[in-house]
């Protein structure tokens, strides 16, 4: 260490060493952070969530590699977290199976890369009801059936992996 900050070495050469010291230690410090959950990511490109929402039909079925905003986490079982989009109003579930991979509600608000296979499905105006009320059971409110006006299509990703940090 004493040769390292030696007199031979500029104040410019001891600077950018300092410099590269304290970025390997953050470097460290945020690898440190990330929590990593379910399988390893495998994919190297991400796909925008508007792209998806744009053509559903051309993702069902396909995995694909999303980064964004944790805005919302599953209360009762951690089963799954809402990624935000890059296009405002927009967010997409990834839901895993439950017990697989449970997500701690203290992530909300951090960011993630999952990845796993998108699911398009048509939701019956029965089935939104149904949905609507337990969720109204489960976070202590009311729900108005006469809301729901026929079906729905309903976009999410199948968890596989998911790094957060």
């Known amino acids: 260490m004493a040769r390292f900050l030696s007199e031979d070495w500029t104040p410019m050469n001891r600077a ?5 010291t ?6 460290a410090s945020v690898e440190a952070d990330t929590k990593k959950y379910g399988t390893p990511l495998t994919l190297k490109d991400t ?28 209360e009762e079982r951690g ?17 895993v199976d439950d017990g697989v991979i449970v997500f701690p509600l203290s992530i909300k608000g951090r960011t993630a890369v999952i990845e796993g296979v998108v699911s398009v499905q048509e939701v019956s ?14 976070h202590g409110t009311t729900f108005d059936a006469s809301k729901v006006k026929g079906p729905r299509t309903v976009i999410m990703v199948k968890g596989e992996g998911a790094e957060v940090f």
């Not at 950018?16 to 590269?20: P, T």
């Not at 977290?81 to 839901?95: C, V, Y």
């Not at 105006?125 to 489960?138: F, L, M, S, T, Y």
């Open 79 to 95: 089963c799954w977290i809402a990624l935000s989009s890059d296009q405002e109003f927009q967010s997409i579930r990834f839901k």
């Open 16 to 20: 950018l060493a300092i410099a590269l």
């Open 125 to 138: 105006v029965k089935a939104q009801i149904e949905a609507g009320e337990h969720e109204a059971r489960e």
């Open 47 to 74: 796909t925008k969530v508007s792209a998806i929402f744009a053509a559903p039909a051309t993702f069902d079925g396909k995995r694909v590699r999303l980064e964004g905003s944790i805005v919302g986490v599953c």
């Open 22 to 27: 304290l970025s390997l230690a953050l470097v």
